[in-house]
């Protein structure tokens, strides 16, 4: 079986934060004495008075709160059936659009508004368009990857958007929620001051779902900056293997090995702080993540052996760094982004 860790999805410019022009600063923007951009100045508005959303934006993956006892029954197998294939279908992994999906809401996008439309422009090249001319909301649209949106503002300080008209071959989240082409998805956006947005979504679907649920996510305003593209260069055709794979691949490593692993690691992912405890369950390892969680498979991980020090984190890879004893005094975390080393943590 071909390990998923690999380097399968290329992409290119990745972080922003190496902009294009670096001596070019943010028109029109609040600053404060030294320069720097005042991002708790009051948010801007339109000549008619309406919050303005315009500018770059970026924020975290955020964290989701999922109950597998809402999925209604057919859609629990298919979640299932996507987490022992590794998530290999998701949209972003095959080079489509992402859609809906709530993991892709944050990322870097630009944002632009006119006095009838919003145009979010993202990273990966995709955009989407909300209008705000006072449309209804057509009652059956043909159904497309990133639906038909239309917004109005609530007291000035909300944009209100109505999202219909998905087809049903995106998903909602990462691990794997899916939903049918009756989904509707309704948002508050609301730009608190002038750097700081939040986002609250719910999705309905009675035909996936057996109540509405919901996430929120803040984004901030990337001042003096610019987004650079990141885009998918190969999809997941070449992953090969499930988890059951995995799991009868014939490596076996002795509870007492196993056991010089147990403990508490801490590094850096990227560069958010993130904290990886290992512990033992009968014969097998769990990797739990802790802070900077948001990548693709979940915070809880069984580890299947490759090597005496290699494992399979469902999607990740772990390495070891073992002493002369044999016990671990760190751990690599392999992954598409790039390897992180995490020391472990003494008691």
Not at 162 to 178: A, I, M
Request: some cysteine.
């Amino acid at each position: 079986m071909r390990l998923f860790l690999a380097a399968l999805i290329l992409l290119a410019g990745t972080s922003p934060a190496g902009a294009q022009w670096l001596d070019r600063k943010t028109p029109g923007i609040p600053r404060k004495p030294d320069g720097k951009p005042d991002l708790t100045a009051p948010a801007p508005r339109t000549p008619d008075g309406k919050l303005d959303l315009s500018g770059v934006w970026n924020g975290p993956v955020p964290e989701l709160l999922l109950d597998p006892a809402n999925e209604q029954p057919w859609m629990h197998d298919i979640v299932q059936q996507r987490v022992r294939e590794y998530w290999k279908k998701r949209p972003s992994y095959q080079c489509l659009p992402s859609g809906p999906e709530a993991d892709r809401s944050a990322g870097w996008k630009r944002i632009i508004q006119t006095p009838t439309t919003i145009a979010i422009l993202n990273d990966d090249l995709t955009y989407r368009v909300i209008f705000i001319d006072g449309r209804e909301l057509e009652n059956d649209p043909p159904p497309s990857w990133m639906g038909y949106s239309v917004g109005h503002f609530e007291g000035g300080d909300t944009l209100i958007v109505d999202g219909f008209g998905y087809n049903d071959k995106t998903w909602l989240s990462r691990y794997g929620q899916g939903h049918t082409e009756a989904l509707r998805v309704r948002e508050r956006w609301r730009r608190s001051d002038f750097g700081h947005m939040r986002v609250e979504v719910t999705f309905t679907d009675p035909g996936a779902y057996v109540k509405p649920w919901s996430f929120t996510t803040d984004v901030t305003l990337a001042a003096d900056t610019e987004m650079l593209e990141a885009v998918c260069e190969q999809t997941s055709d070449r992953w090969d293997g499930t988890t059951s794979d995995a799991a009868n691949s014939g490596v076996t490593v002795p509870r007492d090995v196993l056991a010089k692993y147990v403990g508490v690691y801490n590094g850096l992912y990227i560069t958010r702080e993130r904290t990886i405890e290992v512990s033992l369950s009968g014969d097998q390892l769990i990797a739990k993540i802790i802070g900077a969680a948001g990548v693709d498979g979940g915070e809880m991980r069984p580890l299947i052996p490759r090597s005496q020090t290699m494992f399979e984190g469902v999607g990740i890879g772990y390495k070891f760094i073992v002493d002369d004893k044999g016990e671990a005094t760190g751990l690599v975390e392999i992954h598409i982004s790039g390897d992180s080393t995490f020391q472990r943590q003494r008691k």
